[in-house]
């Protein structure tokens, strides 16, 4: 088979961890592609997920490699099983990678936790408030054509099913009281976006907790997702901005990540009180 033109971000996050195992091994590609039967090349594609893998190879790997971590290994061959195509892939070719990426991401996750400093995070957006926000933001100019706002919303609403699933990730979302009070739209949107956080109770896996304007934090605190893996070593972090999101899975920067959310849960609001914030400023539209 040709190598992927475009592999996902999970794809490529299995390689790269291959890549990891190799070189703490002190092996060279050469090395491995001779093991492989295959040659330098074959092992590039394999780090760059430009190539499958099936898991009794990534035993195989590890083996080769001598690595002892069961459950990495258990993981990695997880990853390596995967055949069936989720749902975002009806939007290959429609939406831009990015949100497929990010889609895998949290459909894969066991759990979430996002903080969110000015706009209420994508996954809890109606689509009145989702659409606002994209055709307001400067990352859409010029604007959207229709057909593609049309699927970004949907893509969006979407997302939520994974709170339908019969074992749902846990997701706790850690908005400022600033992206309460933005105005991306009309008062009355806001305020039924902002009831629908204040109703989640129908998604018991969620927590919303809001960040008020009289705590300090940190300028260090920006807003991201942090997507837990089956092991902590496969935990991911999408960083959000206005013009792209990026992953990071270096453990040096998960570490500062996981530190951050902590100390944000510190100083927000607990979920009751986050619920009766959030009513109280929709009143005050």
């Not at 459909?107 to 408030?129: C, D, F, N, S």
Request: glycine share 6%; with cysteine.
């Amino acid at each position: 088979m040709p190598p992927r033109s475009y592999p996902t971000a999970r794809q490529r996050r299995l390689g790269a961890e291959l890549r990891k195992l190799r070189e703490k091994a002190g092996m060279s590609g050469s090395q491995v592609g001779a093991f492989l039967g295959g040659e330098r090349a074959q092992v590039s594609h394999l780090e760059s997920g430009r190539y499958g893998i099936s898991a009794e190879r990534v035993r195989r790997l590890a083996s080769f490699y001598s690595t002892t971590d069961k459950h990495l290994i258990d993981a990695l061959a997880s990853m390596a099983d995967e055949r069936s195509k989720g749902w975002w892939e009806e939007y290959r070719g429609i939406l831009s990678p990015g949100f497929l990426d990010l889609s895998e991401l949290e459909h894969h996750a066991k759990y979430l936790r996002a903080v969110q400093m000015l706009h209420v995070p994508g996954i809890l957006q109606t689509a009145e408030y989702a659409r606002e926000v994209m055709c307001n933001s400067v990352s859409s100019l010029p604007a959207l054509p229709a057909a593609e706002l049309k699927a970004r919303v949907e893509h969006r609403l979407r997302r939520r099913e994974i709170f339908d699933r019969p074992a749902p990730p846990t997701f706790e979302a850690f908005i400022h009281e600033a992206a309460l009070r933005m105005k991306y739209c009309e008062p009355e949107i806001m305020q039924a976006q902002l009831g629908f956080l204040g109703d989640l109770s129908e998604f018991p896996t969620v927590t919303v907790r809001v960040i008020p304007f009289n705590v300090q934090i940190t300028p260090s605190v920006h807003s991201l997702l942090y997507a837990g893996g089956p092991i902590p070593q496969l935990d991911t972090v999408q960083m959000d901005s206005a013009f792209n999101a990026g992953f990071v899975d270096a453990e040096s920067q998960l570490s500062r990540y996981r530190a951050m959310l902590d100390s944000v849960a510190e100083l927000a609001l607990d979920a009751n009180e986050s619920s009766k914030f959030i009513r109280r400023v929709a009143k005050e539209m």
